[in-house]
């Protein structure tokens, strides 16, 4: 079992910036991945970005590249999805996921994440 507890989220201006923090407990794989997933009111969930915990490739959405960017800190097991120039269509619940064994060719799929936050509030202002 893996526990998965967001922070960071908050109400921001377009343009400004914002850090979210994943940090995962539990009994955490060597072949994991943790990333991000987003979904706004009345739209589906979407990919974000993840990373893969054992390599330390990155892979984005379309979306959020050049502006958001992903990283860990293997000590205490935590994520960090750091969002810049934030627009009001980056309003959504972001949830963070752990893929237990993760390949890389589902790298964006959902159901694939065995683990999921309970998710953090992002708010984004015009």
């Known amino acids: 079992q893996v526990q998965l507890v967001e922070s960071g989220g908050g109400l921001v201006q377009a343009g400004d910036s914002l850090r979210l923090s994943c940090a995962a407990s539990?009994?955490?794989?060597?072949?994991?991945?943790l990333g991000w997933f987003r979904q706004a009111p009345g739209k589906e969930r979407e990919f974000v970005a993840t990373?893969?915990?054992?390599?330390?490739?990155?892979y984005y959405a379309d979306s959020v590249k050049g502006r958001f960017t992903i990283s860990r800190d293997n000590a205490k097991n935590t994520v960090y999805l750091q969002m810049n120039s934030l627009k009001p269509e980056d309003t959504a619940v972001y949830y963070c996921?752990?893929?237990?064994?993760?390949?890389?060719?589902?790298?964006?799929?959902?159901?694939?994440?065995?683990?999921w936050g309970q998710g953090t509030q992002v708010t984004v202002s015009s």
């Open positions: 990373i893969n915990w054992s390599t330390g490739r990155t």
């Open positions: 539990g009994r955490v794989f060597s072949s994991y991945a």
């Open positions: 996921a752990a893929d237990s064994f993760f390949y890389s060719g589902n790298y964006d799929y959902g159901p694939s994440y065995d683990y």
